[in-house]
T-cell receptor, first 111, second 114 residues
Framework: RKEVEQDPGPFNVPEGATVAFNCTYSNSASQSFFWYRQDCRKEPKLLMSVYSSGNEDGRFTAQLNRASQYISLLIRDSKLSDSATYLCVVNVGTNAGKSTFGDGTTLTVKP | GAVVSQHPSRVICKSGTSVKIECRSLDFQATTMFWYRQFPKQSLMLMATSNEGSKATYEQGVEKDKFLINHASLTLSTLTVTSAHPEDSSFYIC??????????FGEGSRLTVL
């Protein structure tokens, strides 16, 4: 079993739809969590950190469920420009610890 | 936000030559940097973890003598692909981890070995 797992998709949704991705992790010692976005042939860029209390940034909402060991990303009112691959990153330990990526979930938003 | 600079962005070389890629954190110190490889339409593959002042930790299946990593300072890590062959052609990306735990990525280096 992979340490961090994501549904690879692809998710194909119409503009304006709400879409949610989950990312499960196996190490209960995981301490920090992030969502990244990667466009084709580009490097990943930080989308948002995931806080224990959940956090929202415009149309994007991230949540953490420690009991079930998963994080989620909700995108409301999808735009064409949201089409990308979304990666979750889970850190175990502090600065010297390990960062593990999911394989990414591909989203395509269609007109 | 934090910036990580990677150079060169594109390199074409002949088979058998060595290529060095630099990764610099421009506005923060990074004790840990990571090197990845990504083939078209595939996910990022972690190659190694680079720790300042110590030897890199390589992932299983990655040849440490072929992919030399040096992390001589808190702001610079280098990856050298030695005796490159066409199958080494790929998109190589580095990232640096800030104290907050976030990873900041370089722009990537596209290597083509002829």
């Amino acid at each position: 079993r992979k340490e961090v797992e994501q549904d690879p998709g692809p998710f194909n949704v119409p503009e304006g739809a709400t879409v949610a991705f989950n990312c499960t992790y196996s190490n209960s010692a995981s301490q920090s969590f992030f969502w990244y976005r990667q466009d084709c042939r580009k490097e990943p860029k930080l989308l948002m950190s995931v806080y224990s209390s959940g956090n929202e940034d415009g149309r994007f909402t991230a949540q953490l469920n420690r009991a079930s060991q998963y994080i989620s990303l909700l995108i409301r009112d999808s735009k064409l420009s949201d089409s990308a691959t979304y990666l979750c990153v889970v850190n175990v330990g502090t600065n010297a610890g390990k960062s593990t990526f999911g394989d990414g979930t591909t989203l395509t938003v269609k007109p | 936000g934090a910036v990580v600079s990677q150079h060169p962005s594109r390199v074409i070389c002949k088979s058998g030559t060595s290529v060095k890629i630099e990764c610099r954190s421009l506005d923060f110190q990074a004790t840990t940097m990571f090197w990845y490889r990504q083939f078209p339409k595939q996910s990022l593959m972690l190659m190694a973890t680079s720790n300042e002042g110590s030897k890199a930790t390589y992932e299983q299946g990655v040849e440490k003598d072929k992919f030399l990593i040096n992390h001589a300072s808190l702001t610079l890590s280098t990856l050298t692909v030695t005796s490159a062959h066409p199958e080494d052609s790929s998109f190589y990306i580095c990232s640096a981890r800030a104290l907050t735990g976030e990873l900041f990525f370089g722009e990537g280096s596209r290597l083509t070995v002829l």
